[in-house]
C-alpha cells in the first residue's frame, strides 16, 4: 500500500549542479503535481501531468522541467540549482484531475538544499 | 479561484470537538470545498470536500452554510494526533487548468492535553 514514493528523502546540492527528483503512484491515477513548500508558506503548484503525456506549466515553473514517463512515474528536474530552489518538494496524484470532485494523495516530500 | 480567509492558529482540549472556520465570501456556484491537513512538515492529507450539502467522514464533518460564503471543519473527538495545519481549498468543479489546488496558508490547530 505504497501511494506516492518519492526519492530522493533529502538532496543538498551545490548552486549550479542538476538533479531529478522523483516520483512514482501505484494506485493507477492519471493526474499528477509537483509543489514546492517553503517555511511557512503553503503548498505552491510547479508542474503538473493531467494525464500521461501531457504535461502543463503551475505557478512557479521556472527554473524547473518535467517528464511524465508513464502513467506511474512523474519527474521533476532541476537544471542548474539556485539558492532560492531551496525548499520541500511534493508530488501527489489524483484519479483525475482534482477538479473532477477527487481527492488527490502526496508523498512524504523531498527536502532539498542548494548551498 | 475564491480565496480563502482562515484564522492562523487555534486551541483544542484533547476529547472536544475542533471547529476550524473557514471565510470564502467570493465562492461561486460551481466550486467545491476542500479540507486538507499536514501534520509536521509530512505531505498534505486529504480529509474532506463538499458542495453545498454537509458532509461527513470517518474523520471530520463539514458544515457549509446556506449561502456558501462560509464553512466550519467540525473533528469531533480532538486527539493529539490531530495537531496539525489545516487548508481550507475552494476549486471549479470542471473548466479552467487542472489540478491546481492553491493552498493557502492554513490554519495551525493545536490540541493539548
Known amino acids: 500500500n505504497a501511494g506516492v514514493t518519492q526519492t530522493p528523502k533529502f538532496q543538498v546540492l551545490k548552486t549550479g549542479q542538476s538533479m531529478t527528483l522523483q516520483c512514482a503512484q501505484d494506485?493507477?491515477?492519471?493526474?499528477m503535481y509537483w509543489y514546492r513548500q517553503d517555511p511557512g508558506m503553503g503548498l505552491r503548484l510547479i508542474y503538473y501531468s493531467a494525464s500521461e503525456g501531457t504535461t502543463d506549466k503551475g505557478e512557479v515553473p521556472n527554473g524547473y522541467n518535467v517528464s511524465r514517463l508513464n502513467k506511474r512515474e512523474f519527474s521533476l528536474r532541476l537544471e542548474s540549482a539556485a539558492p532560492s530552489q531551496t525548499s520541500v518538494y511534493f508530488c501527489?496524484?489524483?484519479?483525475?484531475?482534482?477538479?473532477?470532485?477527487?481527492?488527490?494523495?502526496f508523498g512524504q516530500g523531498t527536502r532539498l538544499t542548494v548551498v | 479561484d475564491a480565496k480563502t480567509t482562515q484564522p492562523p492558529s487555534m486551541d483544542c482540549a484533547e476529547g472536544r470537538a475542533a471547529n476550524l472556520p473557514c471565510n470564502h465570501s467570493?465562492?461561486?456556484?460551481?466550486?467545491?470545498v476542500y479540507w486538507y491537513r499536514q501534520i509536521h512538515s509530512q505531505g498534505p492529507q486529504y480529509i474532506i470536500h463538499?458542495?453545498?450539502n454537509n458532509e461527513t467522514n470517518e474523520m471530520a464533518s463539514l458544515i457549509i452554510t446556506e449561502d456558501r460564503k462560509s464553512s466550519t471543519l467540525i473533528l469531533p473527538h480532538a486527539t493529539l494526533r490531530d495537531t496539525a495545519v489545516y487548508y481550507c481549498?475552494?476549486?471549479?468543479?470542471?473548466?479552467?487548468?487542472?489540478?491546481?489546488?492553491?493552498f493557502g496558508k492554513g490554519t495551525k490547530l493545536s490540541v493539548k492535553p
Open positions: 467570493t465562492i461561486s456556484g460551481n466550486e467545491y
Open positions: 481549498i475552494v476549486r471549479v468543479r470542471d473548466g479552467g487548468s487542472q489540478g491546481n489546488l492553491i
Open positions: 494506485m493507477n491515477h492519471n493526474s
Open positions: 501527489a496524484s489524483s484519479r483525475m484531475g482534482v477538479f473532477m470532485n477527487t481527492e488527490a494523495f
Open positions: 463538499g458542495l453545498k
